[in-house]
Each structure stands twice: as C-alpha cells, then as structure tokens.
C-alpha cells in the first residue's frame, strides 16, 4: 500500500491491548453489582416507550383524522415531527443496539418501529453499529460524516466554493434528510449493495419481509391513508413538514456529539492502515457530551446527549447514562484522555456553528 492510498474499511485497525476498555468494563460491571440494577430490560423503559409511541399515535391521529383547521394542523405536524424523533433516539436506538431488553426478540421488535418510520432497521443496523460505532469521525469511512458534495465537516474532506456558506444553508438541508432516507436511501443502499466503502450484505428472508413490509406500512400510513380524507397536494405537503422538523431535530442531535470544535477527526496510517489510537480512547476522542444536567435533553434525546458513554458502552440501556457518566469521566482522566462536554445544548449549537464555518473558510485547519 503506497502513501497515497486510502486503506480499505477492513484494513483499518486498532490496537486490541485496551487496557482502558476493560477497566472501565470492570468498573461499570462492578456499579451493576452493588446496585442490584440491570443493564438492560428496566421497567421505565418499558413505561417510556408507551408514552412515547401513544404521543406519536395521537400527533397523527389529530393530523389525520383532526377537523384540518390550521390552529390544530401546525402544531399537529411539529408534534408528530418530534414524536418521530423521539422515538428513533429512545425506541429504536435502545433496541438497535441490543440495549433494550436482555431478549432478542424484544430488541428485534423495537428496532423495527425504525421501519414504521420509514427507515430501515436492516440499514441501520450495518451503516450505524458496524460502521459509525467502528470508524467514528475517520473520513472515508464514517459515512454519517459524509454529505456528499453539499458540505465539508471534516479537515480531511474536498472543499468547494459554496462550503463558504454552510453554516447558514445546511440547517436547512437537515430537514431534507428523512425524505432522502425514504424515497432514495435504503432502497439504493440495498439494491447497489454498498454503503460508502463499504459492503452491504443485502437482505434476505424475514429480513427481507421485514425491509418490504415496514415500507409498505409507512407508505400507507404516511400517504395511503391520508388521501383518502385530504387533497394529494395537502398531504405531501404535511408529509414534507413532518419530516423536516424529525429531519433538524435528529440530524442536530447527532452533530452536536460529532461535528464541533471539540471533536477530533484523525486518520489512519496511510501505509499501514492502523490507528494511533486504541478503539475506546478513539471514541472518547472523536465524541462530545452536552447538556449533561437537563433531564429535559436527557429524556427527550434517549441519553444521546451522553454520547461518550454511549460510543464506549452501546448495549446498555441509555437510562443508565447519567450515573455511569461519573465512572466514565474519572475513568478518562485517570488515563488521560480528554472528556469533552458542553454544558448546555445553546453551547453544543453555538460550536456547531463555529465548525461549519470554520470548515466552509478557504483555509480551514
């Protein structure tokens, strides 16, 4: 492999002596013990999950079969856009993850209200476990960090003429995303068989069914059944509403945890394709927490504001993040490594901004 060339996503690697992973294992093992708390299978979760899902029932149930006067239909659409995002950050991430209940099936089920949305828990499951949790902020290989041509968030990424004025447009384009994922996305990824650099296996028998299905009922759900009560042009221009608001709402979230000044963006050797960094102190170098005492964000986000402690322990359940976030901290500056936190999501926003900007100037180091 020459100096020039960008190591495959397999020839990527990281050092497995980690010693840090481990003992923050041991201790987060040790919290579970003297607590009689499990990891997983919590009944709050279980009474998060019906509120959640009843308050999206009911956002669409108004928006739907509501008497349409626009005092009900606006805050219907803001309502069912945020319920929608709730449920990806607590629901589906939770049981994506395996972090939801000890029971596959359980985890299996709640990573499909995904496909109830529109998306894919197949996808998911490959471009955000396997890919996002493994090369998190490594250019060329994250491919939640990649926009295409329409932004430069990374030192690593081409930069374009119109980047200038990123930090104002790409708010914007945020919005747009859901639609992308259900009308382009995962249909391309599946039939293409790659996502960015990498390889996607593409679905087969009841993930298949799964794939098939969940697009079907989401269609029906989001048009089918609409236009049986309301004009066409009302109900696409609902479902572009909606889905803007669930698109800035999930896309902010997970910049604030990636995209700002506290981020670190490194790349492997080019000729060997390795790390400097092992994998755990990796995560904590590439991720941001914010907003760590608003039990507001902490509720809403599904402990996404917690994202360190998520990157280094995703299977379990984010209810438990505020706790561990303490053995966390003092386990990284024990070993030196630099745990980053906004205190609140203004200050989250605010570098995000920054970065954009910074990312968009000519010279951008």
Not at 284 to 310: C, K, P, Y
Request: hydrophobic letters at 45%.
């Amino acid at each position: 492999m020459t100096a020039n060339t960008k190591p495959a996503p397999g020839e990527i690697k990281f050092d497995s002596n980690d010693v840090f992973l481990r003992e923050l294992r041991h201790r987060v093992d040790r919290y579970f013990e003297t607590t009689g708390l499990t990891p997983r299978d919590c009944p709050r979760m279980y009474v998060k999950t019906a509120l959640i899902l009843s308050w999206c029932a009911a956002s669409y149930a108004l928006l739907v079969f509501g008497p349409g006067t626009w005092w009900l239909v606006l805050p219907a659409l803001v309502s069912l856009g945020v319920s929608m995002a709730a449920i990806g950050f607590n629901i589906q991430h939770d049981g994506g993850h395996g972090a939801y209940s000890e029971h596959r099936w359980i985890n299996k089920l709640m990573a499909m209200t995904l496909d109830l949305l529109g998306g894919s828990s197949f996808v998911w499951a490959r471009k955000h476990n396997a890919i996002h949790h493994t090369y998190s902020n490594i250019t060329g290989h994250d491919d939640d960090i990649s926009l295409g041509l329409l932004a430069r968030v990374t030192p690593h990424q081409r930069r374009l003429p119109f980047h200038r004025a990123q930090h104002v447009y790409l708010w914007f384009l945020y919005g747009l995303l859901p639609a992308k994922w259900h009308l382009i996305d995962d249909f391309r990824y599946v039939l293409v068989g790659r996502l960015g650099g990498h390889r996607l296996a593409r679905p087969k028998g009841w993930d298949l069914v799964i794939f098939i299905g969940g697009k079907v009922v989401f269609f029906t759900l989001a048009f089918g059944v609409p236009m049986l009560l309301h004009p066409v042009a009302t109900v696409l221009l609902c479902y572009l509403a909606a889905t803007f608001v669930t698109g800035i709402v999930l896309s902010v979230v997970f910049q604030l945890a990636h995209c700002v000044e506290e981020a670190s963006f490194p790349m492997p050797n080019a000729e060997t394709g390795r790390m400097e960094s092992r994998w755990a102190a990796h995560q904590v170098q590439t991720t941001v927490d914010f907003a760590r005492d608003s039990r507001l964000a902490t509720w809403f986000t599904g402990g996404l504001n917690f994202q360190i402690e998520h990157h280094l322990l995703p299977h379990v359940c984010h209810l438990h993040y505020p706790a561990l976030s303490r053995i966390v901290e003092d386990a990284c500056h024990e070993f030196g490594l630099n745990y980053s936190a906004h205190k609140t999501c203004a200050g989250a926003i605010a570098s995000h901004f920054r970065w954009l900007r910074r990312m968009g100037m000519p010279v951008a180091t």
